[in-house]
Structures are given as C-alpha cells and as structure tokens.
C-alpha cells in the first residue's frame, strides 16, 4: 500500500511540471522515481540528465553545472556544454541536492527561476528550459534552519514533494526486488 501511494504520487508529478522533490534514505529508488516522473510526463522523448551533486568536485561545479567557454580557465580547450544546457527541453535530476554548496545555489536559482544561465568565461546568456527534479536523503527544511540552504532556492525547489518508505517498511516488496535482481543477473 505504501509503494502504490508512491505511484500515484510519481503519476501526479508526472502530469504537472511542477520541480519536485524525493525523500528516502540510500537504496530507496529515488532515482527511479525521478525517471518514472520524467518518463511519465510530456518532456519524456527529451533528455534526462541524472547528476550526483555530492560527487563533483567543489572546483568543478559551476563548469558542470554551467559550462565552459574555451579559455575560460587552464585546461578549457574547447567550449563545454553543461548540464543545465544538456536538459534542455527535458528533465534535470539532481540527486543530493543538499551536498551543492550555498555559492551555488545563488547560480542555479537564476537558472531555476527564469530558464536562463552564463557559461563560465561568457558573457552571454543561454536558455535552457528544463524540469527539475531533486532528491535527497537529507532534511531540506531543517537545513534552511541551519542555514545551509538558501531558503528561496528550497522554496524553489520544493514545489511537490514525495516520500519514498525504506524497504525494512515495505516487507513485501522483497521478494519481487529478489526475483527482478535475478531475472536481470540471469539466475534462474
């Protein structure tokens, strides 16, 4: 019952477009509910760009994030598109949204709010319209308290939310994660 709640939920998301944000705790499948939302909603044939943000090194961000322009910094040899402008038209899912430091999350609420970004050593703003969906394993609202997250970017963000149960509360779905896990590694 907890998991069809769930569906519904990603269904409701899927329908609007609406940023949204996942709950659960590491393993839950928030990943898989931000590509059902994305897959479930009118950007689904546009890409889907999945972005780890607790895995990028702090130097690297805004280039990620952004892009660069070719001598922009020692070692941008070429221009770069980033990720913002890679989800054009589709869905950019930022999972650990809570790990992108506060300089940051300046830059990506301009982008969020108004669709517009500038690579790294340009001038010139790009447009990239994408949906955003986030997850995280953190508390938003008690970061914004501890200010380590902007309150205007969390509100944001957090437009719709959905909670994903941990699987030590959803008892029978363990034997359809078993038999999925060997029909894919091939165990009969």
Same mark, same amino acid.
Do not use: W
């Given at each position: 019952? *907890?998991?069809?709640? %769930?569906?519904?939920?990603?269904? !409701?998301?899927?329908?609007?477009?609406?940023?949204?944000?996942?709950? $659960?705790?590491?393993?839950? #499948? !928030? /990943?898989?509910?931000?590509?059902?939302?994305?897959? $479930?909603? &009118?950007?689904? *044939? *546009? @890409?889907? %760009?999945?972005?780890?943000?607790?895995?990028?090194? /702090?130097?690297?961000?805004? =280039?990620?994030? +952004?892009?660069?322009?070719?001598?922009?910094? =020692?070692?941008?040899?070429?221009?770069?598109?980033?990720?913002?402008?890679?989800?054009?038209?589709?869905?950019?899912?930022?999972?650990?949204?809570?790990?992108?430091?506060?300089?940051?999350?300046?830059?990506?609420?301009?982008?969020?709010?108004?669709?517009?970004?500038?690579?790294? #050593? &340009?001038?010139? @703003?790009?447009? =990239?319209?994408?949906?955003?969906?986030?997850?995280?394993?953190?508390?938003?609202?008690?970061?914004?308290?501890? !200010?380590?997250?902007? =309150?205007? +970017?969390?509100?944001?963000?957090?437009?719709?939310?959905?909670?994903?149960? @941990?699987?030590?509360?959803?008892?029978?779905?363990?034997?359809?994660?078993?038999?999925?896990?060997?029909?894919?590694? $091939?165990? &009969?």
């Amino acid at each position: 019952p *907890q998991i069809t709640a %769930v569906f519904d939920l990603i269904a !409701k998301a899927a329908a609007v477009d609406d940023n949204v944000v996942v709950y $659960g705790e590491s393993g839950t #499948g !928030k /990943e898989l509910a931000a590509r059902a939302i994305h897959d $479930g909603s &009118s950007r689904y *044939q *546009q @890409p889907f %760009v999945a972005v780890n943000c607790g895995a990028i090194p /702090e130097q690297l961000l805004e =280039s990620e994030f +952004f892009g660069h322009t070719k001598g922009a910094f =020692s070692g941008a040899h070429a221009n770069k598109e980033g990720y913002i402008g890679a989800a054009h038209n589709g869905t950019l899912f930022l999972d650990e949204i809570g790990e992108l430091p506060i300089h940051l999350q300046v830059k990506l609420l301009r982008a969020i709010e108004n669709k517009m970004y500038t690579p790294v #050593g &340009s001038n010139t @703003p790009k447009v =990239s319209s994408f949906r955003l969906v986030a997850a995280t394993n953190q508390d938003l609202s008690k970061m914004v308290l501890e !200010k380590k997250l902007r =309150s205007d +970017f969390y509100y944001r963000v957090h437009v719709l939310s959905i909670t994903l149960p @941990p699987l030590r509360e959803r008892h029978g779905d363990i034997p359809l994660l078993v038999e999925a896990y060997m029909e894919r590694k $091939g165990i &009969s």
